[in-house]
């Protein structure tokens, strides 16, 4: 079974740039999760959505960071403009929704804001 | 708030060994989730445990064990006769399931950095 699937595995990119990512969750689940992971910070949640609906956005950073959902096969993270303050790991997660079933990560995508 | 506290930043231990990964959280709510990720040097996230509040119960899955003790707030993680595939970043992570009905956000500790010598 295919596993989360993000892309680009890996993204540079000069500051002030728009960056993309994307995300297909595990068919059949219900949850997706954004993720950020840096050595200051750690892993924060950044978005989470339920049935492609937002249901805490309360870690995204800002108004620069915008995540969609237009169907359960697909989500995307957007950061427009781009800052070097902004270099992390970013993982997607799916799961399904209901009991606290575990959440099954993607590879990651490394995000390099020069 | 919830919060997982993992203070072992960093654990070397020789292969063979066991060793102790230490996880303690923090949570107002009676119903909840705590879990184990592992994250190898080539960076996924690899689910390994998942247990509830209700359910104190010791699990081993192999070389694995897991002690959970609620009147510590403890969900130990132990590696019995480390091997040199366990080197990683392995992180705790607490859900809150009564308080925060309908939103399943993970919280996760700092991780520990277990290095096993061959």
């Known amino acids: 079974d295919a596993g989360v699937i993000q892309s680009p595995r890996h993204e540079v990119t000069e500051m002030g740039q728009e960056v993309t990512l994307r995300c297909k969750p595990i068919?059949?689940?219900?949850?997706l999760f954004w993720y950020r992971q840096t050595m200051m910070r750690g892993l924060e949640l950044l978005i989470y959505?339920?049935?492609?609906?937002?249901?805490?956005d309360s870690g995204m950073p800002e108004d620069r960071f915008s995540a969609k959902m237009p169907n359960a096969s697909f989500s995307t993270l957007k950061i427009q403009p781009s800052e070097p303050r902004d270099s992390a790991v970013y993982f997607c997660a799916s799961s399904i929704y209901r009991g606290h079933q575990p959440q099954h990560f993607g590879d990651g995508t490394r995000l390099s804001i020069l | 708030a919830q919060k997982v506290t993992q203070a072992q930043t960093e654990i070397s231990v020789v292969e063979k060994e066991d060793v102790t990964l230490d996880c303690v959280y923090e949570t107002r709510d009676t119903t909840y989730y705590l879990f184990w990720y592992k994250q190898p040097p080539s960076g996924e996230l690899v689910f390994l445990i998942r247990?509830?509040?209700?359910?104190?119960q010791n699990e081993i899955s192999g070389r694995y064990s897991w002690n959970f003790q609620k009147s510590t707030s403890s969900f130990n993680f132990t590696i019995t006769a480390s091997q040199v595939v366990d080197s990683a970043v392995y992180f705790c992570a607490l859900s809150e399931a009564g308080l925060n009905f309908g939103n399943e956000k993970l919280t996760f500790g700092t991780g520990t950095r277990l290095t096993i010598i061959p």
């Open positions: 247990r509830n509040s209700f359910d104190e």
């Open positions: 068919s059949g689940h219900n949850s």
């Open positions: 959505f339920n049935n492609n609906v937002p249901i805490d």
